[in-house]
């Protein structure tokens, strides 16, 4: 015959299915997190490939341009 478990015991055994359930959530939220973070610090770091990496936009280069003059 089967063993139940006596009623006073299963709301200890469903805190600790939800406590358990609620570690692995953090630890979930946690990794992302520090993944997230990482990816950001690797993205600010990398240089711009616009200028010299110094960031913000390119310093303006005139340029000729030809002109007909019609007198």
């Known amino acids: ?20 359930n609620l570690d692995a959530m953090a630890e979930l939220i946690l990794c992302s997190g520090v993944l997230a973070l990482f990816g950001l ?14 960031g913000g936009l390119m310093q303006p280069v005139l340029v000729p341009v030809r002109v007909r003059r019609h007198h």
């Not at 015959?1 to 358990?20: F, H, I, W, Y």
């Not at 610090?41 to 110094?54: E, F, I, P």
């Open 41 to 54: 610090a690797l993205w600010l770091t990398t240089d711009s490939d616009d200028d010299n990496g110094g």
């Open 1 to 20: 015959m089967p063993v139940r478990a006596s009623p006073e015991r299963k709301p200890a055994n469903l805190a600790r299915l939800l406590l358990a």
